[in-house]
């Protein structure tokens, strides 16, 4: 009795070509995996546009909160012409700014890359604060739409 013979197994030889995947199956694997791409492609896209729209509502939000703080010290909203930057520096000549109310809004852009449109107006409400949307053009639907307080 041979101990090494007993202990050592010979692997059975294969024939040629049975030792991997073929070119059809490859081919069918790649077929599936782009049909499920080709699905789920625009779901995902769909999701990353809804996401910046509802991105550009909470800055709308927050810089809404931090104007009106601007109001509560210094008796006034910021001017047309200061535009968000009053949150961040305070203008020349203002009583009463005790910000900053808001870091970073003198640079402050919507999901998009484009400026927020701020008006400051005479009516009750005291300013707009709008963004245009993924075209940075007035009016729009969808992802397009305006967005604003």
Known sequence: MRPSSTLRRRRPHTAAGEGGYSLVELLVVLGIVALI???ATPRVLGYLGSAK???AKTQIRNASSALELFYLDTGRYPSSEEHL????IA????DGWNGPYLKGADKLLD???NAYVYEASETADGFRLTSLGRDGRPGGDGQ???LGQ
Do not use: Q
């Not at 930057?85 to 961040?88: G, H, I, N, S």
């Not at 203008?91 to 203002?94: F, H, N, T």
């Open 37 to 39: 791409a080709t699905i």
């Open 53 to 55: 729209v509802e991105a």
């Open 85 to 88: 930057a009053a949150l961040a």
């Open 91 to 94: 203008p020349a000549g203002l």
């Open 111 to 113: 999901p998009w890359g």
């Open 144 to 146: 397009d739409a305006d």
